[in-house]
């Protein structure tokens, strides 16, 4: 079992930055893939960037590519989202998940565990 808290949404003006966080506990290992989905309101939930533990590959949807960074604290079993020059639609209800690594990384399905989520809002 993998519990994670995320931390760190709120609401920004365009243009701005917010930086995320993902507390993760219980049976965190080298093999796993840590990743962010967003979900904004009527839609669905969308696969932002994700890093493979152990070797810190990254991964990241075109949408944010150049503006996000997706990064990891071994000692404190964080991941962290840097989020720079935020877009009003990037508004979103954030999520924090993790999985064991299996050569895939983009689809809900390929995480078995999330987190409450955190509203980021970005205000034009």
């Known amino acids: 079992q993998v519990q994670l808290v995320e931390s760190g949404g709120g609401l920004v003006q365009a243009g701005g930055s917010l930086r995320l966080s993902c507390a993760a506990s219980?049976?965190?290992?080298?093999?796993?893939?840590m990743g962010w989905f967003r979900q904004a309101p009527g839609k669905e939930r969308d696969f932002v960037a994700a890093i493979r533990w152990g070797s810190r590959i990254t991964y990241y949807a075109d949408s944010v590519k150049g503006r996000f960074t997706i990064s990891r604290v071994n000692a404190k079993n964080t991941v962290y989202l840097q989020m720079n020059s935020l877009k009003p639609e990037d508004t979103a209800v954030y999520y924090c998940?993790?999985?064991?690594?299996?050569?895939?990384?983009?689809?809900?399905?390929?995480?078995?565990?999330w987190g409450q989520g955190t509203q980021v809002t970005v205000s034009s």
């Open positions: 998940a993790a999985g064991p690594w299996v050569g895939s990384y983009s689809a809900n399905r390929d995480y078995n565990y």
């Open positions: 219980g049976r965190v290992s080298s093999s796993i893939i």
